[in-house]
């Protein structure tokens, strides 16, 4: 279990997580699902405010957090040369990749969004912007691990942290790279947050496809620098960074395809010539009787009456 902080026979707390009479948490678990809820959470704040239902986020939840897990394991049985495809029914599962999570969640959202009859781009726009912030959470589950840095840092007046991290394992000093790429992440989704906070013109899809040339291109950059034990590399290819260069190039594309689309329908790159500019200007919902009402946080709220208030109760008759 490793060296224990805090005991008692119901709970405890050891180097590597907590436990609970005889079920061990890892504080990787614990801060991975803690950035899937605040992420969640926010999704359902960014709906409300473009005009969709809130609630539409816990059917994305239930579906595409169980699909990441699985393409996240998948995609690194797949391409890390220590694992292989026979390791994925190994549990308790070691070998996650963030690629092949948002692979499969993208995948799951998209399947659900046609089953419900919900545009996409505009689910995704709530949603998607959000994994980065989930993803610079995740990152301190690296930190717990002691996994995903750097080279080793022989320089003394650079080892300190966040500049760089000690590793237990080898007793030396290593680049913190799972900090630099938690706090670039952080700055990413602030800007697109912000983007998708008060961007409401047409189309529908600009900040999912920035996201994608965002990670791609902080993956890029920090991929080459890794220590080897953390590529995948399996058959000789550094299946991660090439992944980085191709969620660079579908997000740029998306984009760009998205402006000439519009500008096709629209007559204009950015919003409308002929008709409303805003994307988000129709009410979505994937369910009936749903109703659209005012609220300040919704962009769009001025143009709907305010919720009906709740019924009261009536006071019960005196007994004759």
Not at 17 to 44: E, K, P, R
Request: glycine share 10%; with cysteine; aromatic share 18%.
């Amino acid at each position: 279990m490793g060296s224990l902080l805090l005991s008692n026979p119901l709970f405890g707390i050891y180097d590597k997580g907590i436990y609970i009479f005889t079920l061990n948490i890892h504080f990787y678990a614990i801060v991975i699902v803690f950035g899937m809820i605040l992420a969640a959470c926010l999704s359902a704040l960014l709906m409300k405010r473009r005009n969709m239902s809130p609630d539409f986020i816990f059917t994305l939840f239930v579906f595409c957090i169980p699909t990441a897990i699985v393409g996240a394991r998948l995609f690194s049985c797949l391409t890390d040369p220590n694992l292989g495809i026979k390791a994925f029914f190994e549990f308790p599962w070691a070998g996650l990749s963030i690629t092949g999570g948002v692979i499969g969640g993208v995948t799951a959202g998209l399947i659900v969004c046609l089953v419900k009859k919900v545009n996409f781009f505009r689910a995704a726009d709530c949603v998607v912007v959000n994994i980065l912030l989930a993803q610079a959470i995740g990152r301190w589950g690296n930190f717990f691990n002691q996994e995903v840095y750097g080279r080793v840092v022989t320089n003394s007046a650079l080892q300190w942290f966040p500049f760089s991290v000690f590793i237990e394992s080898d007793g030396q000093w290593h680049y913190a790279f799972f900090f630099y790429e938690m706090a670039i992440n952080l700055v990413g989704w602030a800007l697109l947050f912000s983007l998708a906070w008060f961007y409401k013109k047409k189309p529908n899809g600009i900040p999912t496809f920035l996201y994608f040339a965002w990670y791609g291109t902080v993956r890029a950059c920090m991929e080459p620098f890794r220590d080897t034990e953390f590529i995948l590399n399996g058959g000789g290819v550094p299946w991660s960074e090439l992944f980085a260069f191709l969620m660079i190039g579908f997000g740029v594309c998306g984009v760009l395809l998205l402006l000439i689309f519009n500008y096709k329908r629209e007559g204009a790159f950015i919003g409308s010539k002929y008709g409303d500019p805003c994307g988000i200007a129709k009410y979505l919902t994937p369910y009936k009787d749903d109703p659209p009402y005012y609220s300040k946080i919704n962009m769009m709220g001025a143009n709907y009456p305010p919720r009906p208030p709740k019924a009261k109760k009536g006071k019960k008759e005196d007994e004759q």
